[in-house]
């Protein structure tokens, strides 16, 4: 199997080329810093059997065309565990990706730190945590491929920490290894898929598919792929003033404005009217997926976030696909805001919700702090936000996803406080009044930018929308 590949096996598997960097070498006494009785003869032993002198194997290589610093931790050496050597090694990968700007790439497969090396091991953790932190600050993507296992602190750091995670299938992923679960552990809750499935990595990736969409991740991901403006080269990530704001998707449904308030209720509504799925396919030439909210959560029927190519350069993108938003759907739109934000990538939003979930579900998991983290993502953005609602802009749970400055709205799309049948209902109005209770909303495309709130964008015949 791919994961249980050798670091150099694993590293052909998913690169054009690859080049070691320098070993970093620390002395020790005899057993390591401990004086661990057979700990210099287990490392030799690991040693002669995997032909590696410590646990991982850092360099610089190409996938798929884009260079990285990759990361690969080989099992066979005691585990992939965490030593000081290890700290070493890792530390001076960071430091050359941040010096030659280029993203770093953990390939993990380790079961925690090295007991031998006790709290000299332990603290490695903080070094690893150090280096994710100064990368991330220089505006440098961290991609994680997690093998089998990725365990204890590798995971915590390496891993968990990571802008994007992407798994191998069937991996073992958890903080606990399988020696230190308790004995009626559920095994299937530290596997690749149930980590995915609760939010905390992007994706499961076939080994014969990894390094086509590694590839894809760093093509849209690295630094080569931001286009700012030439007053902005002084920047590690382009400010927000200095890059070119997103523009906005041509509507693809109908083409008038409507007459009344109603009627742009109902061409919202309409069944067949086009969803963010086909925004996203005509907009961009190619794009990847992040999920999950990193805390227990996704919305993948409410929210599809991630990266594409358009027009020569990357853009986020958060949609709403027409259902009601939950808890984790805003929250991993705000992840994905400030992501690009630190990468430099502009942003395009696409509202189209009824409103924010309002079950008791939704309360549980939090539903006024999620919207609230998404405005405050908006309102603290480093680069530009551009939104296009595409149908249904419901209350709070659609504006907290729309830029304040830069608001377009599609022909068949509306934007109201509320429903026009809750407005009749609060304002104590019968059935009868709704569709006068639209019209005084005044929710329409037009209305809207009368009250200078967002630009109605009509498709020209044969031609682009207005930007």
Not at 116 to 128: C, K, P
Not at 145 to 165: E, K, S, Y
Not at 284 to 309: K, Q
Request: with cysteine; charged share 20%.
């Amino acid at each position: 199997m791919a994961d249980r590949l050798s670091a150099r096996a694993f590293l052909a598997l998913v690169t054009d080329d690859f080049t070691e960097l320098a070993s970093v070498i620390r002395e020790y006494g005899p057993d390591g810093p401990l004086a661990w009785h057979g700990y210099d003869a287990s490392r030799a032993r690991a040693a002669a059997r995997t032909g590696e002198d410590e646990s991982v194997v850092c360099g610089t290589g190409r996938v798929e065309g884009t260079p990285a610093v990759l990361i690969a931790f080989e099992f066979g050496f005691l585990g992939g565990s965490l030593g000081a050597r290890t700290g070493d090694r890792l530390e001076a990968a960071y430091t050359y990706a941040r010096a030659h700007r280029l993203p770093v790439v953990p390939l993990i497969a380790t079961g925690g730190s090295r007991m031998q090396e006790g709290m000299v091991a332990l603290s490695q953790l903080q070094r690893v945590a150090r280096q994710s932190v100064l990368t991330r600050a220089a505006g440098l993507p961290q991609i994680a491929v997690l093998r089998d296992p990725t365990t204890g602190g590798g995971w915590a750091t390496l891993g968990a920490g990571a802008d994007v995670i992407l798994a191998l299938p069937g991996a073992q992923v958890g903080f606990a290894g399988s020696r230190v679960r308790p004995p009626d552990a559920d095994p299937a809750a530290y596997t690749a898929e149930a980590q995915v499935a609760a939010g905390a990595a992007d994706a499961v990736v076939a080994p014969d598919a990894l390094r086509a969409v590694l590839g894809r991740w760093l093509r849209l991901l690295g630094p080569s792929s931001r286009r700012p403006s030439p007053s902005s080269a002084e920047h590690d990530t382009p400010c927000a003033p200095c890059l070119p704001p997103a523009p906005p998707p041509a509507p693809l449904g109908a083409d008038g404005l409507p007459a009344t308030g109603w009627e742009a209720v109902v061409r919202a509504r309409a069944a067949g009217r086009p969803r963010a799925g086909r925004y996203l396919d005509a907009y961009f030439t190619e794009r990847v997926a992040i999920s999950g909210d990193r805390c227990g959560g996704t919305d993948p029927e409410g929210v599809l976030c991630g990266f594409g190519a358009h027009d020569g350069r990357t853009v986020a993108y958060a949609a709403q696909t027409g259902a009601a938003t939950r808890p984790a759907g805003y929250r991993t739109a705000a992840r994905l805001i400030r992501l690009a934000g630190r990468l430099g990538v502009p942003v395009l939003t696409l509202v189209d919700t009824p409103g924010a979930a309002n079950d008791a579900e939704a309360e549980r998991q939090g539903a006024g702090a999620a919207i609230a983290e998404v405005f405050e993502a908006v309102a603290a953005a480093r680069t530009p936000v551009t939104t296009l609602v595409i149908g249904e802009g419901g209350s709070g749970g659609a504006l907290a996803l729309a830029a304040p400055d830069r608001t377009y709205v599609v022909p068949d799309g509306y934007f109201s406080v509320i429903a026009p049948e809750l407005a009749a209902q609060i304002l104590k109005r019968g059935p009868a009044e709704t569709r006068a209770t639209a019209d005084q909303l005044r929710l329409r495309p037009q209305d809207l930018a009368e009250l200078g709130l967002a630009e109605a964008v009509e498709a020209e015949p044969g031609g682009p929308a207005p930007v």
